[in-house]
């Protein structure tokens, strides 16, 4: 009868335990998907920055 009570006892302080837990993570990982969609630039796939994907000279004008 005494064991029983304990295993039921430590079960529900697991479970609690164990929801607080993924409840944490998934806040925590919304916190961190905000904050990672204003810093991220979807153009720069290769992680170089904006040097490839602007042109340093301007166009010439072949139609003048």
Same mark, same amino acid.
């Given at each position: 009868?005494? &064991?029983?009570?304990?295993?039921?006892?430590?079960?529900?302080?697991?479970?609690? $335990?164990? $929801?607080?837990?993924?409840?944490?993570?998934?806040? !925590?990982?919304?916190? !961190?998907?905000?904050? &990672?969609?204003?810093? $991220?630039?979807? &153009?720069?796939?290769?992680?170089?920055? &904006? !040097?490839?994907?602007?042109?340093?000279?301007?166009?010439?004008?072949?139609?003048?």
């Amino acid at each position: 009868m005494n &064991n029983k009570i304990m295993f039921v006892i430590g079960c529900v302080i697991f479970v609690v $335990y164990v $929801y607080f837990l993924l409840k944490i993570i998934r806040k !925590q990982h919304k916190i !961190q998907r905000k904050e &990672n969609m204003s810093s $991220y630039d979807s &153009n720069d796939l290769d992680g170089m920055g &904006n !040097q490839g994907r602007f042109p340093d000279k301007k166009p010439k004008n072949r139609a003048v």
